[in-house]
Protein backbone atom coordinates (compact mmCIF):
# COMPACT_ATOMS: atom_id res chain seq x y z
CA UNK A 1 0.00 0.00 0.00
CA UNK A 2 0.93 3.03 -0.77
CA UNK A 3 2.21 5.61 2.01
CA UNK A 4 3.98 8.92 2.89
CA UNK A 5 7.15 7.36 5.13
CA UNK A 6 7.99 9.92 7.80
CA UNK A 7 5.64 8.15 10.59
CA UNK A 8 7.30 4.93 9.36
CA UNK A 9 10.54 6.32 9.80
CA UNK A 10 9.99 8.13 13.30
CA UNK A 11 9.12 4.94 14.28
CA UNK A 12 12.10 3.06 13.35
CA UNK A 13 14.86 5.93 14.41
CA UNK A 14 12.28 5.32 18.21
CA UNK A 15 12.69 1.46 17.73
CA UNK A 16 16.36 1.20 16.69
CA UNK A 17 15.61 -0.38 13.19
CA UNK A 18 15.75 1.52 9.68
CA UNK A 19 14.02 1.20 6.30
CA UNK A 20 15.93 0.30 3.39
CA UNK A 21 15.10 2.49 0.55
CA UNK A 22 16.32 0.33 -2.66
CA UNK A 23 17.25 2.19 -5.85
CA UNK A 24 15.05 0.75 -8.78
CA UNK A 25 16.59 2.26 -12.07
CA UNK A 26 14.10 4.59 -13.30
CA UNK A 27 11.35 2.48 -12.70
CA UNK A 28 12.51 -1.11 -13.51
CA UNK A 29 9.53 -3.14 -13.37
CA UNK A 30 11.70 -6.54 -12.31
CA UNK A 31 13.37 -4.65 -9.41
CA UNK A 32 10.23 -3.10 -7.91
CA UNK A 33 8.58 -6.10 -8.25
CA UNK A 34 11.30 -7.73 -6.38
CA UNK A 35 11.44 -5.21 -4.00
CA UNK A 36 7.57 -5.26 -2.85
CA UNK A 37 7.96 -8.66 -3.16
CA UNK A 38 10.41 -9.38 -0.42
CA UNK A 39 9.06 -6.73 1.68
CA UNK A 40 5.56 -8.07 1.52
CA UNK A 41 7.20 -11.08 2.70
CA UNK A 42 9.27 -10.44 5.33
CA UNK A 43 6.38 -7.89 6.45
CA UNK A 44 8.89 -4.67 6.35
CA UNK A 45 8.04 -1.09 5.15
CA UNK A 46 10.25 -0.40 2.00
CA UNK A 47 10.74 2.80 0.45
CA UNK A 48 10.98 2.73 -3.73
CA UNK A 49 13.96 5.45 -4.66
CA UNK A 50 14.17 7.10 -7.92
CA UNK A 51 17.37 9.10 -9.51
CA UNK A 52 16.60 11.74 -11.82
CA UNK A 53 19.34 10.24 -14.04
CA UNK A 54 17.75 7.20 -14.29
CA UNK A 55 14.39 8.72 -15.09
CA UNK A 56 15.76 10.45 -18.10
CA UNK A 57 15.31 6.59 -19.81
CA UNK A 58 12.24 5.81 -18.69
CA UNK A 59 10.52 8.70 -17.67
CA UNK A 60 9.56 10.01 -13.90
CA UNK A 61 6.40 9.61 -14.70
CA UNK A 62 6.81 5.85 -15.51
CA UNK A 63 8.38 5.33 -11.97
CA UNK A 64 5.51 6.52 -10.27
CA UNK A 65 3.00 4.70 -11.79
CA UNK A 66 5.08 1.11 -11.65
CA UNK A 67 5.78 2.14 -8.09
CA UNK A 68 2.36 2.52 -7.48
CA UNK A 69 0.86 -0.27 -9.44
CA UNK A 70 3.36 -2.62 -7.32
CA UNK A 71 2.86 -0.89 -3.83
CA UNK A 72 -1.38 -1.57 -4.61
CA UNK A 73 -1.02 -4.87 -4.46
CA UNK A 74 1.07 -5.65 -1.03
CA UNK A 75 -0.32 -5.16 2.41
CA UNK A 76 2.87 -3.27 3.71
CA UNK A 77 3.99 0.19 3.71
CA UNK A 78 5.73 1.38 0.48
CA UNK A 79 6.75 4.81 0.19
CA UNK A 80 8.34 6.15 -3.25
CA UNK A 81 11.29 8.56 -3.03
CA UNK A 82 12.73 10.96 -5.03
CA UNK A 83 16.73 10.63 -4.10
CA UNK A 84 19.22 13.37 -4.48
CA UNK A 85 16.85 15.75 -6.16
CA UNK A 86 19.46 18.62 -7.09
CA UNK A 87 16.88 21.66 -7.37
CA UNK A 88 13.80 22.91 -6.62
CA UNK A 89 12.64 22.29 -10.23
CA UNK A 90 12.93 18.28 -9.73
CA UNK A 91 11.31 18.41 -6.52
CA UNK A 92 8.46 20.48 -7.72
CA UNK A 93 8.19 17.77 -10.80
CA UNK A 94 7.98 14.72 -8.34
CA UNK A 95 5.18 16.37 -5.86
CA UNK A 96 3.08 16.95 -8.90
CA UNK A 97 4.01 13.06 -10.17
CA UNK A 98 3.10 12.31 -6.62
CA UNK A 99 6.11 10.82 -5.21
CA UNK A 100 5.53 10.69 -1.62
CA UNK A 101 9.49 11.56 -0.75
CA UNK A 102 11.35 13.80 -1.95
CA UNK A 103 15.01 14.40 -1.24
CA UNK A 104 16.70 18.17 -1.75
CA UNK A 105 20.34 17.50 -1.85
CA UNK A 106 22.06 21.19 -1.69
CA UNK A 107 25.49 19.48 -0.07
CA UNK A 108 27.56 21.31 -2.19
CA UNK A 109 26.19 24.54 -1.44
CA UNK A 110 27.76 26.35 1.93
CA UNK A 111 25.51 25.71 5.12
CA UNK A 112 23.36 28.50 4.37
CA UNK A 113 22.57 28.20 0.84
CA UNK A 114 21.59 24.81 1.77
CA UNK A 115 19.41 25.69 4.30
CA UNK A 116 17.57 27.99 2.58
CA UNK A 117 17.08 25.71 -0.46
CA UNK A 118 15.73 23.35 1.85
CA UNK A 119 13.59 25.06 3.39
CA UNK A 120 11.86 26.15 0.12
CA UNK A 121 11.18 22.63 -1.07
CA UNK A 122 9.74 21.64 2.43
CA UNK A 123 7.60 25.17 2.55
CA UNK A 124 6.07 23.74 -0.70
CA UNK A 125 6.01 19.49 0.15
CA UNK A 126 4.21 20.46 3.77
CA UNK A 127 0.95 21.31 1.44
CA UNK A 128 1.29 17.81 -0.49
CA UNK A 129 2.19 16.14 3.27
CA UNK A 130 5.12 14.98 1.85
CA UNK A 131 8.33 14.98 4.19
CA UNK A 132 11.69 16.18 2.75
CA UNK A 133 14.87 14.44 3.29
CA UNK A 134 17.58 17.09 3.10
CA UNK A 135 22.00 16.40 3.38
CA UNK A 136 25.19 17.68 4.67
CA UNK A 137 28.31 16.69 3.90
CA UNK A 138 28.56 16.02 0.00
CA UNK A 139 28.46 12.52 -1.04
CA UNK A 140 31.12 10.90 -2.34
CA UNK A 141 31.01 9.29 -5.93
CA UNK A 142 33.23 6.43 -6.11
CA UNK A 143 35.36 6.29 -9.29
CA UNK A 144 36.31 2.36 -9.98
CA UNK A 145 36.40 2.24 -6.40
CA UNK A 146 39.03 4.86 -5.48
CA UNK A 147 37.76 8.15 -3.52
CA UNK A 148 40.62 10.35 -3.29
CA UNK A 149 39.92 11.94 -0.14
CA UNK A 150 37.08 11.97 2.67
CA UNK A 151 35.57 15.38 2.33
CA UNK A 152 32.20 14.41 3.50
CA UNK A 153 32.71 13.92 6.77
CA UNK A 154 29.86 16.75 8.06
CA UNK A 155 31.36 18.84 11.07
CA UNK A 156 28.15 18.31 13.75
CA UNK A 157 28.70 22.43 14.69
CA UNK A 158 27.54 22.79 10.93
CA UNK A 159 24.43 19.87 11.04
CA UNK A 160 23.41 21.70 14.11
CA UNK A 161 23.18 25.70 12.39
CA UNK A 162 21.77 24.10 9.29
CA UNK A 163 19.39 22.56 11.85
CA UNK A 164 18.50 26.09 12.93
CA UNK A 165 18.02 27.62 9.72
CA UNK A 166 15.49 24.76 7.99
CA UNK A 167 13.21 22.16 9.04
CA UNK A 168 13.76 18.71 6.89
CA UNK A 169 11.83 15.97 8.21
CA UNK A 170 14.99 13.72 7.92
CA UNK A 171 18.94 14.30 7.58
CA UNK A 172 21.12 12.80 5.57
CA UNK A 173 24.67 13.14 7.05
CA UNK A 174 28.21 12.97 5.21
CA UNK A 175 30.17 10.47 7.74
CA UNK A 176 33.15 9.25 4.77
CA UNK A 177 30.37 6.99 3.05
CA UNK A 178 29.88 7.07 -0.70
CA UNK A 179 28.65 6.08 -3.67
CA UNK A 180 29.75 2.76 -5.24
CA UNK A 181 31.72 -0.04 -4.27
CA UNK A 182 34.31 0.69 -1.66
CA UNK A 183 38.20 -0.28 -2.60
CA UNK A 184 39.24 -1.51 0.92
CA UNK A 185 37.57 -0.48 4.31
CA UNK A 186 36.10 2.93 4.47
CA UNK A 187 36.56 5.01 6.89
CA UNK A 188 33.24 5.45 8.44
CA UNK A 189 32.86 8.27 11.01
CA UNK A 190 30.25 7.65 13.68
CA UNK A 191 30.99 9.55 16.16
CA UNK A 192 29.60 11.96 13.67
CA UNK A 193 27.08 10.42 14.37
CA UNK A 194 26.81 10.15 17.84
CA UNK A 195 27.00 14.02 18.60
CA UNK A 196 24.75 15.10 16.17
CA UNK A 197 22.26 12.75 18.13
CA UNK A 198 23.11 14.92 21.32
CA UNK A 199 20.99 17.71 19.90
CA UNK A 200 18.53 16.62 17.76
CA UNK A 201 16.45 13.42 16.96
CA UNK A 202 15.58 14.15 13.55
CA UNK A 203 15.63 9.95 11.63
CA UNK A 204 19.17 10.29 10.09
CA UNK A 205 19.44 8.84 6.73
CA UNK A 206 22.89 6.62 5.73
CA UNK A 207 23.61 6.50 2.03
CA UNK A 208 26.01 4.42 0.10
CA UNK A 209 25.27 1.34 2.19
CA UNK A 210 26.83 -1.29 -0.72
CA UNK A 211 29.79 -2.98 0.44
CA UNK A 212 29.94 -1.04 4.19
CA UNK A 213 30.46 -3.43 6.91
CA UNK A 214 27.50 -4.84 8.07
CA UNK A 215 28.52 -3.98 11.65
CA UNK A 216 29.19 0.07 10.90
CA UNK A 217 25.44 0.01 9.61
CA UNK A 218 24.58 -1.74 12.16
CA UNK A 219 25.99 0.11 15.02
CA UNK A 220 24.76 3.69 12.64
CA UNK A 221 21.45 2.51 13.20
CA UNK A 222 21.33 2.53 16.89
CA UNK A 223 22.17 5.80 16.75
CA UNK A 224 19.47 6.88 15.16
CA UNK A 225 19.48 5.80 11.20
CA UNK A 226 16.03 5.17 10.51
CA UNK A 227 16.49 4.93 6.38
CA UNK A 228 19.37 2.96 4.72
CA UNK A 229 20.14 3.20 0.95
CA UNK A 230 20.96 0.84 -1.32
CA UNK A 231 22.04 0.98 -5.05
CA UNK A 232 24.61 0.09 -6.06
CA UNK A 233 24.62 -3.55 -4.85
CA UNK A 234 21.09 -3.84 -6.38
CA UNK A 235 22.24 -3.13 -10.00
CA UNK A 236 25.05 -5.20 -10.15
CA UNK A 237 23.14 -7.88 -8.66
CA UNK A 238 20.44 -7.49 -11.34
CA UNK A 239 21.98 -8.10 -14.37
CA UNK A 240 24.09 -10.93 -12.43
CA UNK A 241 21.04 -12.87 -12.08
CA UNK A 242 19.76 -11.94 -15.74
CA UNK A 243 23.34 -12.84 -17.40
CA UNK A 244 22.70 -16.56 -15.23
CA UNK A 245 19.02 -16.39 -17.19
CA UNK A 246 20.63 -15.71 -20.39
CA UNK A 247 23.22 -18.84 -19.58
CA UNK A 248 20.93 -21.61 -17.91
CA UNK A 249 17.35 -21.20 -18.23
CA UNK A 250 15.89 -22.56 -21.29
CA UNK A 251 14.27 -19.14 -21.54
CA UNK A 252 13.53 -19.49 -25.75
CA UNK A 253 13.96 -15.99 -26.24
CA UNK A 254 10.98 -15.46 -23.76
CA UNK A 255 12.15 -12.35 -22.35
CA UNK A 256 9.42 -12.30 -19.69
CA UNK A 257 11.44 -15.59 -18.00
CA UNK A 258 14.23 -13.98 -18.21
CA UNK A 259 12.53 -11.12 -16.45
CA UNK A 260 11.05 -13.22 -13.64
CA UNK A 261 14.04 -15.11 -13.21
CA UNK A 262 16.02 -12.14 -11.88
CA UNK A 263 13.05 -10.46 -9.92
CA UNK A 264 12.36 -13.72 -8.42
CA UNK A 265 16.77 -14.39 -7.28
CA UNK A 266 17.02 -9.88 -6.69
CA UNK A 267 13.99 -10.57 -4.07
CA UNK A 268 16.36 -12.56 -2.08
CA UNK A 269 18.93 -10.37 -2.09
CA UNK A 270 16.61 -7.50 -0.43
CA UNK A 271 15.62 -9.86 2.08
CA UNK A 272 19.00 -10.03 3.14
CA UNK A 273 18.68 -6.22 3.39
CA UNK A 274 15.57 -6.09 5.18
CA UNK A 275 17.30 -8.26 7.79
CA UNK A 276 20.17 -6.24 7.89
CA UNK A 277 17.97 -2.98 8.47
CA UNK A 278 16.03 -5.07 11.13
CA UNK A 279 12.94 -4.02 9.43
CA UNK A 280 11.55 -7.70 9.42
CA UNK A 281 7.61 -8.16 11.28
CA UNK A 282 8.02 -3.97 11.36
CA UNK A 283 5.08 -3.59 8.78
Given at each position: ?6 E???KA????Y?I?AI???G ?6 R ?5 AD ?6 IL ?9 S?H?W?V ?9 V?V?VS?H ?9 C??A???GF ?7 S??P ?20 PV????G ?6 N???Q?N ?17 P ?5 G?G?AHG?YKG?PD ?6 R ?11 L ?9 VI?E??S?G ?5 F?TEIR ?6 Y?Q????LD?Q ?5 LS ?6 L?ED?K??IR???S??K?
Amino acid sequence: MLTNNLEELRKAAKHGYAIPAINTQGGNYDIIRAVCKAADELRSPIILAHYTSTGAYSGHDWFVNVAKWCADRVSVPVSIHLDHGDGFPICMEALRLGFTSVMIDGSTRPIPENAALTQSVVKVAQYFHVPVEAEVGELQRLENGVVQENKNIADPEQVREFLSLCSPDTLAIGIGNAHGYYKGKPDIKLDVLRRVREFTDIPLVLHGCTGMDEAVIREAISLGVAKINFGTEIRYKYVEHYQQALDNLDHQGHSWKLSQYASDALCEDIKDIIRLSGSEGKA
